[in-house]
Antibody, heavy 115, light 107 residues
């Protein structure tokens, strides 16, 4: 069974940092592109970042480029999102997602940014 | 960036009805189009990929069609569990973008 489990969300002050993690199981993690997608509760979905299976290519939304870093550790079946210089508009539920057409999603991790 | 425009933004229907949701891309995306269902407090669930391919385990009451810029999601014989919000997504190019969502409500 494919599973993606995020952790690391929480309350952080404006300008602060947070690192999200996603541990996966049930598939060969090192073979797949992986993604982070976020959603303000009650609102639409926004793609945040993507990473190639071997970690050599990364893509970011304009809204987070230069502040967020996506990475992965294939030996640990883990995906990460380092979020720096957090802003109020970064407050959202962050999902770890597999594959370019997002076939499997984690349960989400809530990031709250407070001034 | 490719803009995805869904219509309608909300839709009221009755159990047993057949409904169609439309998604239009601002430029051609071939068939790189996916559809998702989301219920309150839950992660989105994949329904359709490659515009018309049914995700494993998804009932055949869901169907997708289209290519290029115009796409549709059709849900037949609505059941209470189908009332949710539906999103389309293009994965033809970065940045990956989503439609704004269609809220399907019980009439």
């Amino acid at each position: 069974e494919v599973q993606l489990v995020e952790s690391g969300g929480g309350l952080v002050q404006t300008g602060g940092s947070l690192r999200l993690s996603c541990v996966v199981s049930g598939f060969t993690f090192s073979s797949y592109w992986m993604y982070w997608v976020r959603q303000v509760p009650g609102k639409g979905l926004e793609w945040v970042a993507s990473i190639k299976p071997d970690g050599s290519d990364k893509y970011y939304a304009d809204s987070v480029r230069g502040r967020f870093t996506i990475s992965r550790d294939n030996a640990k079946n883990s995906l990460y999102l380092q979020m720096n210089s957090l802003r109020a508009e970064d407050m959202a539920v962050y999902y770890c997602v597999r594959k370019n057409y997002f076939d499997y999603w984690g349960q989400g991790s809530l990031v709250t940014v407070s001034s | 960036d490719i803009q995805m425009t869904q219509s309608p933004s909300s839709l009221s229907a009755s159990v047993g009805d057949r409904v169609t949701i439309t998604c239009r891309a601002s430029q051609g995306i071939s068939n790189y189009l996916a559809w998702f269902q989301q219920k309150p407090g839950k992660a989105p669930k994949s329904l359709i990929y490659a515009a018309s391919s049914l995700q494993s385990g998804v009932p055949s009451k869901f169907s997708g069609s289209g290519s290029g810029t115009d796409f549709t999601l059709t849900i037949s014989s609505l059941q209470p569990e189908d009332f949710a919000t539906y999103f389309c997504q293009q994965y033809n190019s970065f940045p990956i973008t989503f439609g704004q969502g269609t809220r399907l409500e019980i009439k």
